[in-house]
């Protein structure tokens, strides 16, 4: 079946380093991918998605494209910020698009 | 404001009393889901729903039913709580069933089994 790996966490940067997450996905066919982010207390919000291979997400400053040779995500940014303290979860949708396929997220933690 | 709402947001309760998480969306969406989020697992599929009366098991259905009478709620019931239910619980909305679409998601319910 379809599945989603990532990092695990968590992540602990400083202010203004870069970010990466690592994901990989294992599906049938051609996925949708997304990256989904939850701040404390709050319900999970679309952070980016890519619906083919090759293409690119972005989304303030952070940016993912979607690898279909590697089947990889990567979700990165060049330099993080306090507010950007949340976990991240990497997800993708099979064709019925019944569901996402949700990695088992990753905590980022930033510190000034 | 396109919004998905839960209530409650918090819930602490003991084994075997039935319980109702209700769901709404305001975005006239005709999908709905539930998930689960657990500790290193990240979040499951309960539930999904493609339309008023049309409900289908996710992958962690067990323990669980739902409801679509309208459009805009989609309830999760509990008919007999046990403490492996205890979770974070999403409802989660969208417009269509392919698979390129964004799912909104409400700000979860804590549950709490004893």
């Known amino acids: 079946g379809n599945s989603v790996t990532q990092m695990e966490g968590p992540v602990t940067l400083s202010e203004e380093a870069f970010l990466t997450i690592n994901c990989t996905y294992t599906?049938?066919?051609?996925?949708?991918l997304f990256w989904y982010v939850q701040y404390p207390g709050e319900g999970l919000q679309l952070l980016l998605k890519?619906?083919?291979?090759?293409d690119k997400g972005s989304n303030k400053g952070f940016e993912a494209t979607y690898r279909k040779e590697t089947t990889s995500f990567h979700l990165e940014k060049g330099s993080v910020q306090v507010s950007d303290s949340a976990v991240y979860f990497c997800?993708?949708?099979?064709?019925?698009?019944?569901?996402?396929?949700f990695g088992a997220g990753t905590i980022l933690r930033v510190k000034s | 404001e396109a919004q998905v709402t839960q209530n409650p947001r918090y819930l602490i309760t003991v084994t075997g009393k039935k319980l109702t998480v209700t769901c709404s969306q305001n975005?006239?969406?005709?999908?709905m889901s539930w998930y689960r989020q657990d500790p290193g697992l990240g979040l499951r599929q309960i539930y999904y729903?493609?339309?008023?009366?049309?409900?289908d098991k996710g992958d962690v259905p067990e323990g669980y039913k739902v409801s679509r009478k309208e459009k805009r709620n989609f309830p999760l019931i509990l008919e007999s709580p046990s403490p492996n239910q205890t979770s974070l619980y999403f409802c989660?909305?969208?417009?269509?069933?392919?698979?390129?679409?964004?799912?909104?998601f409400g700000p979860g319910t804590r549950l709490t089994v004893l």
């Open positions: 729903s493609m339309n008023v009366e049309v409900t």
């Open positions: 599906a049938t066919g051609y996925p949708s």
């Open positions: 975005m006239n969406h005709e999908y």
């Open positions: 989660a909305s969208f417009g269509s069933g392919i698979g390129t679409d964004t799912q909104y």
């Open positions: 890519a619906t083919k291979a090759d």
């Open positions: 997800a993708l949708s099979d064709l019925r698009g019944n569901k996402l396929v």
